[in-house]
Nanobody
Framework: VQLAESGGGSVQPGGSLRLSCAAS????????MGWFRQAPGKEREGVAA???????TYADSVKGRFTISEDKDKNTLYLQMDSLKPDDAAMYYC?????????????????????WGQGTQVTVSS
């Protein structure tokens, strides 16, 4: 499975960005995908995940501001980020795992996923 993120950039606090992740090479019809971020000097943090049944889960820090979605016809994952804060600045990564996955009821963790993209940078500053 290959993943390619896009859509990062620089935005002022309170602004919005939409990240995209183009996926290819699926072997199984069911899968789970997620978004992670990593700021300099910090551990990789799970932001959101979307499961095989279409349900979602989010980190507490982004609930109500970020929305994960997937267009299966386009094999593309999205992360709509609104009301951005300086603390949201990081490299954002797309991740995936194949096979049917039920909602974990918690934010995603890095070891939940097998496949990773190269990342797209998000900067939030005035």
């Amino acid at each position: 499975v290959q993943l390619a993120e896009s859509g990062g950039g620089s935005v002022q606090p309170g602004g919005s960005l939409r990240l995209s992740c183009a996926a290819s090479g699926w072997f199984y019809s069911s899968h789970c995908m997620g978004w992670f971020r990593q700021a300099p000097g910090k551990e990789r943090e799970g932001v959101a995940a979307i499961f095989s049944d279409g349900t979602t889960t989010y980190a507490d820090s982004v609930k109500g501001r970020f929305t994960i979605s997937e267009d299966k016809d386009k094999n593309t994952l999205y992360l709509q980020m609104d009301s951005l804060k300086p603390d949201d600045a990081a490299m954002y990564y797309c991740a995936a795992r194949e096979g049917y996955t039920s909602n974990w009821g918690r934010a995603p963790r890095a070891n939940d996923f097998v496949y990773w993209g190269q990342g797209t940078q998000v900067t939030v500053s005035s």
